[in-house]
């Protein structure tokens, strides 16, 4: 299932006080939430009878209790609240790999666990990453390209006479 698209902006002076109030919060929020910050909903595509949810910040207590922003509605309709959830216990295990994936998401969530939703927008950013990170590393081994192999200006020219770093041991 593909990921909710609804974004909405974050109430910065609501999102600074539940922060700074719940237990095993950030010790400076306003280093997790600024001013003009907006969230995207991270569940699953679903109607609008449901809340619209985003993870604003993961406490280190014992009962795995996260601060989430709930939306519903949008512009002057928009109806919010800030509220410390229980994870969702949900996990799911792939025996072939021997992996175990839990579900990122809070407690009796409407639609299907996070491992169940895909993020089209992210796996294209991640893609457009992957490719530049290709790219640039292509670049660094071309030939003539500073530092690569068989360059006389670069690290891999060390050692060959003729170089500034090491004479010529052929000169009288």
């Known amino acids: 299932m593909l990921q909710c698209i609804a974004v909405t902006q974050v109430p910065y002076a ?16 306003p280093d997790i939430v600024e001013p003009e910050d907006f969230v995207l909903c991270e569940l699953g ?19 795995d209790q996260d601060l989430w922003f709930l939306w519903s509605g949008a512009g002057a309709h928009r109806v919010h609240r800030l509220d410390v959830l229980r994870l969702c216990p949900a996990v799911l295990r792939e025996l072939a ?25 992210g796996d294209l950013i991640a893609a457009h990453v992957h490719s530049e990170v290709r790219r640039l590393v292509s670049e660094d081994d071309a030939p003539g390209a500073p530092d690569a192999p ?20 052929d000169a009288p």
């Open 14 to 29: 609501e999102a600074l006080l539940a922060l700074a109030t719940m237990e095993d919060g950030p010790e400076h929020p």
């Open 45 to 63: 595509d679903h109607d609008e009878s449901a809340e619209h949810a985003a993870h604003l910040w993961t406490a280190d207590t014992p009962g």
């Open 97 to 121: 790999t021997r992996t175990v994936t839990t579900c990122a998401y809070f407690d009796h969530h409407p639609g299907p666990h996070s491992f169940s939703v895909t993020d089209p927008l």
């Open 150 to 169: 068989g360059t006389l200006d670069g690290p891999g020219a060390r050692g060959r006479p003729g170089t500034p770093d090491e004479p010529d041991t």
